[in-house]
Antibody
Framework: EVQLLESGGGLVQPGGSLRLSCAAS????????MSWVRQAPGKGLEWVAL????????YYADSVKGRFTISRDNLQSTLFLQMTSLTAGDTALYYC?????????????WGQGALVTVSS | DIQMTQSPSTLSASVGDRVTLTCRAS??????LAWYQQKPGEAPKLLIH???TLESGVPSRFSGTGYGTDFTLTIDSLQPDDFATYYC???????????FGPGTKVEIK
């Protein structure tokens, strides 16, 4: 069974940084692209970032480009999202999601999310 | 960026109804379109990919059609478990983001 468990969320001040992790199990993590998707309270889904299997290619939404960095550790089956220069607009539930192939942005399995709150 | 729109934003329907949700892209994306269902307090669930391919385990009352810029998700004979919010997503524009539509909430009439 595919399991994706996000951690690292919490309360952070504007301008601060936070690193999210997503521990994966139940599938060959090294063979699947991974993404982060966020959802602000009461709002819709927003795709944030995608990384390919080797970590060679990554893509970002314009809203986070230059501030967020997606990375992965295939030996530890873990996905990361390093977030810097956070603003209130980044407050959201952050989901990690698994793609079906090496570089696909299709999101076939999702974690339960990690809540990030940016507030002073 | 590619813009995705969905209509209606809210749809009121009864159990047993046939409902059709629409998703429109700002430019041609072929059939690289997915539909997700999200219930309150839960993570989204992938229903359909490649515009019309049903995911394993998804009931056959769900179907998707479309190509290019206009897509539809149809639910035949709406069931109580189907009341949720539905999002479309394009997933092939690597340099321009993988935008979701704003969602359609299907609520009980």
């Amino acid at each position: 069974e595919v399991q994706l468990l996000e951690s690292g969320g919490g309360l952070v001040q504007p301008g601060g940084s936070l690193r999210l992790s997503c521990a994966a199990s139940g599938f060959g993590f090294h063979a699947h692209a991974m993404s982060w998707v966020r959802q602000a309270p009461g709002k819709g889904l927003e795709w944030v970032a995608l990384i390919d299997t080797a970590g060679q290619f990554s893509y970002y939404a314009d809203s986070v480009k230059g501030r967020f960095t997606i990375s992965r550790d295939n030996l530890q089956s873990t996905l990361f999202l390093q977030m810097t220069s956070l603003t209130a607009g980044d407050t959201a539930l952050y989901y990690c999601a698994k793609g079906p192939t090496a570089a696909s942005a299709l999101l076939e399995d999702w974690g339960q999310g990690a809540l990030v709150t940016v507030s002073s | 960026d590619i813009q995705m729109t969905q209509s209606p934003s809210t749809l009121s329907a009864s159990v047993g109804d046939r409902v059709t949700l629409t998703c429109r892209a700002s430019e041609n994306m072929g059939n690289w379109l997915a539909w997700y269902q999200q219930k309150p307090g839960e993570a989204p669930k992938l229903l359909i990919h490649r515009a019309s391919t049903l995911e394993s385990g998804v009931p056959s009352r769900f179907s998707g059609t479309g190509y290019g810029t206009d897509f539809t998700l149809t639910i035949d004979s709406l069931q109580p478990d189907d009341f949720a919010t539905y999002y479309c997503q394009q997933y092939n524009s690597y340099l321009r983001g993988f935008a979701f539509g704003p969602g359609t909430k299907v609520e009980i009439k």
